[in-house]
């Protein structure tokens, strides 16, 4: 027994190690924007979808790569097998400006729990100190138009209040992804470079999140829509036409946006000589009630490979409805606003063998909905690495050995070590 605890113990060691070299592997991969031309919205997606995990520890796996990159002795701990992920995890929750030495002390003589305790006791004294009485007073927001029509925002919030702003930023930012390639098409590099940075990407997610608080207020009131004209003849054709697509104000939009809007909306007809309106039919819904019930009870959110986006669903027509295509649920598929978009507008495409639904990328090749893994093997994962000697004690905290450490003096040190103003 004891010989086989060891072997768990050292085996152990080699998974750290090796969950240390795959976790810069993703940061790397994340910087590179590997991920980025496949239909994902961001790195968590990807390594969801293409290693077999759990949206969430997806997310926490990006995380954590991305803090070993700017701690690289808690790096090179880890990738010698000395820290386990669950230590790493939590270190990488502290701010960059904690000592990176201390916190490496405490990890190597401190248990997975008590580093823990730790870290949260960090976390309250720092968000304690930074705490003001005079932050809820001085809470505001205004905006203006610009001289080019933009509009323009500036705010200030108390930090909780921020928080709660931000993070609902950030989780609709995660759910459109990058936005598509046909954004910024003709654009010069700089232009469309700047179309897909992160503060755009804010912007848009921002933009979401009016339109959702829109979409479930239960008035319908007229102000509250976005209205679109578009002649018939250019909801037919997928190709750009000369035929009206426009805003209510006159800003014009392409067609491939249109027959997007198209797929669930509300519809009113006019009939129109001569430019005056000879009649007009009732509002009626491209998706009956029904219909969508049924839609979501079948599908339970977006269906493009991967994607777990639940909510803020579209009904897509696999044939579109102006092309003939019925509104029934043999023709209709769910997606989330961001792949309805690359669907329509991204190259993108949703085809029906009769039972089940397939999504092919731009070039033609099917996006299997849970890709085939790769054979496993020790030896070769490690490959990439010198050869490491590790022991039964190589996770083994070198100090405590399962002592009661004391927090009060352990968070007082940690957080005296950063740069004091």
Known sequence: MEALGDEIATLAAHISAATARWLLLIADFDDGGGWSDGGYKNCAHWLSWRCGIAPGTARDHVRVAHGLQRRPLLAAAFGRGEL??????????????????????????????????????????????????????????????????????????????????????????????????????????EDAEQSRSPAARNADALVAVAQSALTERASSADVYQVVVHVDADALAVSAETTSRCELEDGQPLPSAAVRRLGCDASIVRVLEKDGKTISMGRKTRTISPATRRALRIRDGGCTFPGCMQRHHTDGHHVEHWADGGATDLDNLVQLCRFHHRLVHEGGFSVRSDGSTFKFFAPDG?????????????CASAMAGNRPLRLTPLSLWPAGARGENVDLRWSVEALVESRPRE
């Not at 008590?114 to 960090?122: A, K, S, T």
């Not at 849970?370 to 093997?377: F, S, T």
């Open 84 to 189: 386990s992920y669950s230590k790493v995890r939590a270190l990488v929750r502290l701010d960059d400006d904690f000592c990176e030495e201390l916190m490496l002390d405490y990890a190597n003589s401190s248990s997975a729990g008590q580093l823990e305790r730790i870290v949260r006791g960090c976390r309250k004294v720092v968000a304690t100190e930074e705490g003001s009485e005079l932050q809820f007073a001085e809470r505001e927001l205004s905006w203006f138009t610009d001289d080019d029509g933009a509009l323009v925002l500036r705010g200030r919030l108390p930090a909780e209040l921020g928080a709660l702003v931000v993070r609902a930023i950030e989780a609709i930012r995660d759910e459109l992804g990058p936005p598509s390639p046909e954004v910024s098409q003709g654009w010069d590099a």
């Open 365 to 377: 090749k099917v996006i299997p909905q849970a890709p085939r893994m790769p054979r496993g093997d």
